[in-house]
């Protein structure tokens, strides 16, 4: 079956402009998580949802940081005002209950 | 909160060798213990995971030992081939009921032929 999507795969903006991350879990998927993964480092948790429901959001940066999942399906992450730190690949995943996290391929943000 | 310390940061092995890639933990009340592998330029797959209630899970030639008293978990490879080169991370779920995965740094695993 198709595994967690997410898009676009790559997006560059310019220092100050708003962008949106959107994830595709996979089908009937319950769990859903936003990563952060630095180059060469391990996946850095953000925040995740049960259905629609935002449970933990004590990993996001800040509060230009903020995602949504409004019908238990889709997430966007939303990155405002964005700074040359933000720079790095946001990764999803998904989880049909309690254990098994599945991630996407991510998408490699740059900010000039 | 929870704490993940991976190493070694690299191996390097002949194929054939076995690898062991270890970890540690520092919240005693974390209850799950995934393996990711991540190739160059691609997703962190899954490859294996174990509870707490368990001590040690096999699939083919990886296995995951879990030392909960030491809060210490370890991955083996045996047999190493050349399609085994990634870098491999271990992650623990925090405790408390919560689903959030805190991964290591990852170890690169280069497997000479």
């Known amino acids: 079956g198709a595994g967690v999507s997410q898009s676009p795969r790559y997006k560059v903006t310019k220092r100050g402009q708003d962008v949106a991350l959107r994830c595709d879990p996979i089908?009937?998927?319950?769990?859903l998580y936003w990563y952060r993964q630095a180059l060469g480092q391990g996946p850095e948790f953000l925040t995740y949802?049960?259905?629609?429901?935002?449970?933990?959001k004590s990993g996001l940066p800040n509060d230009r940081f903020s995602a949504e999942r409004p019908e238990g399906s889709i997430s966007t992450l939303t990155i405002q005002r964005t700074e040359q730190r933000d720079s790095a690949m946001y990764r999803c995943?998904?989880?049909?209950?309690?254990?098994?996290?599945?991630f996407g391929p991510g998408t490699r943000l740059t900010v000039l | 909160g929870e704490n993940v310390e991976q190493h070694p940061s690299t191996l390097s092995v002949q194929e054939g060798d076995s690898a062991v890639i270890k970890c540690t933990y520092s919240?005693?009340?974390?209850?799950?213990f995934p393996w990711y592998k991540q190739e160059l330029g691609k997703r962190p797959q899954l490859i294996i995971d174990?509870?707490?209630?368990?001590g040690e899970k096999k699939d083919q030639r990886i296995a995951v030992t879990l030392n909960k008293t030491a809060k210490h978990f370890s991955l083996h490879i045996t047999e190493t081939q050349p399609e085994d080169s990634a870098v491999y991370f271990c992650?623990?779920?925090?405790?408390?009921?919560?689903?959030?995965?805190?991964f290591g740094k990852g170890m690169k695993l280069t497997v000479n032929p």
């Open positions: 995943a998904s989880s049909p209950g309690y254990n098994e996290q599945f």
């Open positions: 919240d005693s009340a974390s209850n799950y």
């Open positions: 174990i509870r707490s209630n368990v």
């Open positions: 089908s009937g998927h319950v769990s």
């Open positions: 992650a623990a779920r925090e405790g408390g009921g919560s689903e959030k995965l805190v």
């Open positions: 949802f049960n259905y629609e429901a935002q449970q933990d």
